[in-house]
């Protein structure tokens, strides 16, 4: 008893994360043989092996805060001397880190100490999407 308990509450707070309202109240529609929730605990680690819907958007809520005035709202660059972000190549997550943190030729302000790694990488992940989302 205590067990089903616990999943339903664990089915019922994934359910409350996604976007999308859950196929059934939370807690009424675990059965003795729903033992694997699948589609609920699988979900948060697939994430956590590319980037996720949460990462980007805390991307994205970053960039717009500290680089969209120069690199452009959604990367379209304002034709300004900054990089055109969309053009970045995608493969060199290490140029990309290097650049942000340390600055680039005196024109970009360095971000390493504004900046956390995990921020850092949520930017990343933003920059993946190309401005699309
Ligand atoms: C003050 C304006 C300014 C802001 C704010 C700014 N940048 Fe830049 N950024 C530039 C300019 C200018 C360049 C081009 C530098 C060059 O190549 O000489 C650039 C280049 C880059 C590059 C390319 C570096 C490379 O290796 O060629 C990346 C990546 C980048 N910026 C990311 C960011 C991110 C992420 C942010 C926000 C955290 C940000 N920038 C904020 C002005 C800015």
Known sequence: ??????TAALVGSAAA???????????????????KP????????????????????????????????CHGFNMVNPGTISYDL???PH???????NSVSNGKNGRMPPWGAVL???EMNQIWAYILTGGKT
């Open 116 to 118: 956390s790694t995990d």
């Open 17 to 35: 994360q996604e976007r999308f309202a859950p196929q059934a109240p939370p807690g009424s529609a675990v059965s003795a043989s729903d033992t």
């Open 1 to 6: 008893m205590f067990f089903l308990m616990l």
């Open 86 to 88: 969309r053009q970045f």
């Open 91 to 97: 493969d060199d997550k290490a140029r990309f880190l």
């Open 38 to 69: 699948d589609p609920d605990t699988a979900r948060p680690a697939a994430a956590r092996d590319g980037p996720g819907p949460e990462e980007i958007e805390q991307g994205k809520v970053l960039y717009a805060h500290h680089c969209s005035h």
